[in-house]
Structures are given as C-alpha cells and as structure tokens.
C-alpha cells in the first residue's frame, strides 16, 4: 500500500470490508500499534480513563474477529 | 392464549405460574404480567436512582425512569438529597427533559412557565390572579411536583415509588453490605461515579437476563466462544509476553463446572442473593501494589485483606442490581417492555485507590457489559432466542428445579453450593409475594 492514502477510500474500504464479512482482511487493514476505539460521549477526551463503549489494541481485535 | 385481564384481578392464577422449582413462561412473556410488575414489584421495592456524586452542588440534578416514572434526582440547599417526580402539577407535562444539570433556585416547566424551588414545592405560576377564587391551590396541584420516598446509604441514593411499603433497611436488610463492600474498597471510604453507565438494550425479558447473572453453570459452555478466542489468540502469542488486563479479564469466563460449584451463594430474604461467596472469576486479578499499600494504611493489613478479600461474582440487590465489588461495577436493571431491558453498566472510583484500578473496572465494562462486548454478545444471543422459543408448545415451564429439595429452607438468610438455582428460585419467591400481595 502507498504512503499517500486517500482517508475517504481506506474508510469506504474499511466499510466494504465489514459489510461482506471479510473480517480477517478487514483486521489486515490495521497496524500492530493501532487502537479501536469507539467514544461514550461525544465531549470525552480520553478512551480509558472515562467510559467508552471499545477501545480495543490489536490483540483484542484478533479476539474479536 | 393471552386474555386481557387474565392476571390483574385473578391472584391464584400469578400464584400457579411459580411452582417450587419451576416457572411458567407468562411470568416471561405477558404484558399484562409486566405491567403488573411495574405497579406492584417495582413500585415497591427499593429502586436505584443514582449516586450522591452525581450531584455534589445544591441545585444539581439527574433525571432517571423508574418503573416507567420519570423522576429527577436533585441535590437541596441544606446539602441533602430528594428525588422528586417530574411531572408538572399543571398538565403533567416532564418539568425538565435534560439527563442533568443545575437547576439554579429553581426548576421551570417549558409548557407554561409554572415554576418549582428544588424541593418541588410549587413557586410561581404565570398570570395568577387567573386562579383567585378557584380550588387550584388547595388541591393536588397547588402541592407542585411530588416528592418520593427515598434513601441514601454510602453514596448510592434509592428511592421507592409506592406511598407505603417496607422500609429501606427493612426492604434491603444484609444485602446492604454489598454496597459498603464495594465503598469500602476506598480508602477513604467513599466512591464517585465514573462518567456515565454504558447502555445495552436487551431484546429480552427482565428475569432472563436477572437469572443468568446467578448463572454460575452456564459460563464455560456459553462463552466458549469468546473465551475460545481470547485463549487462542492469548496462546499464540510470544513466550514472555506479560499477560495483559484484557486477558486477566477475559480468561476466568471459560472456568469449568469445579470451580463454579465451589464458588458458594447465599440466599437473602426478599430475593437478595450472593453468588460466589467464596471464590469468583473476580478472586485472582493480580494486585495493585500501590493500592495495596494504600488500603493497608487506611484500614490496617488485617481490615485490608478482610475487604480485599470479599469479590463475589454478583451480589443482587432484588429486582434490578447487581453489585461486583471488585471491579468496581454495578448493573442496573431497567424493564421497558415485556422483551426489552435496558441494562446499564456503572464504574465507581473508590477515592484515595490510584488511577490503575479505576482503569481496570473501566476496561472490565468495556469487555464484558458493552454493547460491543463479545462475552455479552454470547449470552444476549441467547437470551433473544429464549424470548421466541418460549411461546413454543407443548412445554411452558422454565426449569428451576437443580439442587432443589422438596421442603427445602425458603426463608431467612442460608449458605448453598454454587451450582445450586436456589438462588433463582428465592427470587421468584419475592416475585411471587410482590405480584399477590
């Protein structure tokens, strides 16, 4: 993959991805220091130390998928 | 099946639907039975309403449903609490649609401007000379908005809806040492709630997801799936590779039937219970030294292992908590429909303990009771096909029936092997008194 990414194209492929159940692809996408993480509120600012619905690092993910 | 008014005037067809060790499926499947249950198990007993650091200045407010009754937790000037309802006295319009905030002197209704002080006495009303000779004043509605009975014990604020009915500590007897266990594990003493519950709606009836929480068999064989992954996953990874918190975490829902029948329950009068009396999934996370040496200074090592010590698997406070004093966490239970609980998820920090264990209680709820969770993914599926598959003939009961012995002890305080469901059938016990009384 290309350094110069398109952030809208990598969000369609994410979705793409997701959408046809491709899960261990859709895992691929990620690097070994990512992080989900999907924020409670809309105002928080931090993932651990305030209540957020996932905040996942990769070995999480790889349970997930 | 289903005649209207089947249950409401007819007290021995609710008290034929719980037999000793099993439960009919209407108890499960009747809106009739739910709204029931809103009225006269809800109503009275003691319910959750929030937590005195939700609303630390005079004039803070929360606002919550109880049993379908909209209410509003607000902090008085002289620094107590009250719980009132929130309706207007006028039309009945929500006095206030906001989830929290600070009231000021004063709480304003939008409709027309009729105004409450904090303790929901009526204020001011606009253009009065419009009620000069009329009964307003005099009648409910010149009392302004109601305020309900409520209680305080270490912080968490419940409230009952009924005008009478048992006491708080008549209601919650022992089982309120849950709530000081989990307090306790502060040292200082008090807790603070963590921003807000995470949320699931639960396409299920209110007891199914209650009875699982007193589950201890299903663990290993429900959560195979998750658990399955974690191990594997955990398993592959790099000899010497610290065990990280998520796996501490995740691992100890695949423990097999050994360890889930020496866990021990107690049965508690009115449907209170504790599960995992003497071990838990909870039992061996690795400690914190910091906080450690923290409790053994507040309490001294003796009082300090003693609190430490006490991590049950859940504690239910009967009909809709369920209290791990290690985490730290809390769900409540919210029926809204006969198939449909809201279950939220609470964090509390225990002052004085360090930054790490609040983190591990906030991760535990992001593992286990998210509406992301992969554990609660395994036990919502099923929860979901019990409320279709129930509807099914030829059979209508649950099973309650093992360990049950006929003419078992059904009352006061006693000690069971964990894999007993007398603590499910102690609940549908209170269940059935509250329904017919």
Not at chain 2, 101 to 124: K, Q, T
Not at chain 2, 278 to 286: G, P, R, V
Request: proline content about 5%; glycine content about 6%; aromatic content about 8%.
């Amino acid at each position: 993959m290309s350094d110069a990414v398109d952030p809208a194209a990598l969000v369609y492929e994410e979705a793409r991805l997701l959408d046809r159940a491709r899960y261990r692809d859709w895992l691929a996408l990620y690097a070994a220091e990512a992080t989900y993480w999907v924020p409670l509120a809309r105002t928080q600012t931090d993932a651990i130390t305030e209540q957020s619905i996932a905040c996942e690092d990769l070995l999480l993910m790889q349970v997930r998928v | 099946m289903s005649r209207a008014n089947a249950y409401r005037n007819d007290r021995a067809a609710i008290v034929a639907l719980v037999e000793p060790d099993r439960v009919h499926r209407d108890a499960y499947l009747s809106e009739e039975l739910f709204t029931l249950e809103q009225e006269r198990l809800f109503a009275k007993s003691w319910l959750f309403v929030g937590h005195q650091s939700q609303v630390p200045n005079a004039g803070d407010f929360n606002t919550v449903e109880l049993a379908g009754i909209p209410v509003i937790l607000v902090r008085q000037a002289d620094a107590t609490i009250c719980v009132l309802i929130n309706r207007c006295a006028h039309k009945g319009a929500m006095v206030t649609s906001d989830a929290r905030g600070n009231a000021g002197r004063a709480f304003r209704c939008p409709y027309h401007s009729w105004s409450y002080r904090i303790d929901g006495s009526l204020l001011a009303v606009p253009v009065a000379d419009g009620y000069t000779g009329t009964a307003m004043r005099e009648c409910e509605t010149g009392r302004g908005m109601a305020q309900v009975a409520s209680a305080v014990h270490r912080g968490f604020v419940f409230a009952r809806l009924a005008a009478d009915g048992p006491s708080f500590t008549d209601y919650f007897g022992a089982a309120l040492a849950n709530l000081d266990a989990m307090a306790d594990r502060s040292p200082e003493g008090e807790l603070e709630v963590v921003g807000t519950p995470l949320r699931n709606v639960v396409p299920a009836n209110w007891k199914i997801y209650l009875e699982n929480i007193n589950d201890s068999l299903h663990a290993n064989i429900t959560h195979e799936s998750s658990t399955g992954a974690a191990e594997a996953v955990w398993s592959a990874q790099p000899a010497g590779t610290p065990k990280p918190t998520s796996i501490e975490q995740l691992l100890p829902f695949g423990s097999g039937t050994e360890f889930m029948a020496k866990m021990g329950g107690r049965i508690l009068p009115n449907g209170h219970s504790i599960l995992g009396t003497a071990a838990s999934i909870h039992s061996a996370y690795s400690a914190i030294p910091e906080y450690v040496a923290a409790m053994n200074h507040a309490y001294g090592e003796a009082r300090a292992k003693e609190i430490l010590g006490w991590s049950p698997q859940n504690a239910v406070l009967y009909p809709s908590i369920a209290l791990k004093a290690a985490p730290q966490v809390m769900r409540v239970l919210r029926p809204i429909g006969v198939d449909r609980t809201i279950i939220e998820a609470w964090v509390f920090r225990p002052k004085g303990a360090p930054d790490a264990l609040v983190e591990r209680s906030l991760l535990y709820n992001r593992l286990v009771f998210s509406p992301m969770s992969i554990v609660a993914h395994d036990d919502t599926h099923v929860f979901e096909t019990i409320q279709r598959a129930l509807r099914s003939n030829p059979n209508p009961w649950v099973s309650l029936h093992r360990e049950y012995r006929s003419g078992e002890q059904d009352t006061g305080t006693f000690d069971v092997a964990g894999l007993n469901e007398a603590l499910m059938r102690n609940q549908f016990r209170a269940w059935s008194r509250a329904m017919t009384t």
